[in-house]
């Protein structure tokens, strides 16, 4: 008996490389479902001005389906960058967009986008054509 004077609780005792891979793996699955299309992620919308028309003030609102998933709006929407910070899945969305121009007219706009990957989505403020 003397050749089974192995401790038991020496043979249980995890590797080193396995108790590395453990905590590894977790943080590898957290990374992908981080930035998984299955969860919503940060997205800036910025919206172009029309060409040749002076924007006084704007507004966007972002739907899918029937429900409002944001809204934004720009009282003096002549000087700056129109943008707008939204965390959202990816998919189609709905855009509404209203302006009201320089020569004293409102112009509307409706587009559809479809968001993947991107985390920065330009997108006109008023579509040519609509």
Same mark, same amino acid.
């Given at each position: 008996m003397a050749g089974s004077a192995e401790d038991p609780a020496s043979r249980r005792e995890p590797s080193p490389l396995r108790r590395r891979l453990v905590p590894l793996a977790i943080i590898a699955l957290g990374f992908l479902l981080w930035r998984s299309p299955l969860l919503? %992620?940060?997205? @800036? =919308?910025? /919206? +172009?001005?029309? =060409?040749?028309?002076?924007? !006084?003030s704007a507004e966007v609102q972002l /739907?899918?389906? +029937? @429900? !409002? !998933?944001?809204?934004?709006?720009?009282? +003096?929407?002549? %000087?700056?960058? !129109? @943008?707008?910070?939204? @965390?959202?899945?990816?998919?189609?969305?709905r855009v509404l967009s209203f302006a009201r121009l320089g020569n004293g007219t409102e112009r509307r706009a409706t587009q559809d986008l479809n968001l993947g990957s991107e985390d920065v989505v330009h997108a006109p403020l008023l579509p040519a054509g609509r």
């Open positions: 919503p %992620q940060p997205r @800036t =919308f910025v /919206w +172009d001005r029309p =060409f040749g028309l002076s924007v !006084l /739907w899918r389906g +029937d @429900t !409002l !998933l944001a809204r934004s709006e720009w009282p +003096d929407a002549s %000087q700056g960058a !129109l @943008t707008q910070q939204v @965390t959202l899945r990816s998919g189609p969305i």
